[in-house]
């Protein structure tokens, strides 16, 4: 059976590396380190979801999720924000107001409910 294909968006390398290592059983990992790269690889990778940080150099999370909608080939695929705990409650609900927005974890998340949100995700898409 071919793996859902994901899109990890996030400036923190070791945070890539971990993401790669405990979903790369259950799907293909595709990685980026900032919105800029995030934004690029959505639209030649065309990834069944992607996970993206709030927080991110040249372009942030909330920018990246704004160019996503505003493509035609991208604004369907499904995002979970992913960030760290000392996180503002207001922005949490400025993400929870964009579509494409699924799922809302902060950093560090067990593996089995990243798992679980994203299979939920994918899910309720199809």
Known sequence: MEKY?????????TFLQLAEMS?????????ACDGQEGMEKAKSEKPNLILMDVMMPNVSGI???RMLLADEETKNIPVIVFTA???DPSTEMVFKLESNVKGFLRKPCPIDQLKQQ?????????
């Open 5 to 13: 294909k994901v899109l990890v968006v996030d400036d923190n390398p």
């Open 23 to 31: 979903l790369s059983d259950s799907f293909q990992v595709i990685t």
């Open 63 to 65: 920018e990246m999720l």
């Open 85 to 87: 705990s000392h996180f």
């Open 118 to 126: 994203i299979n939920m995700a994918i899910r309720s898409k199809n």
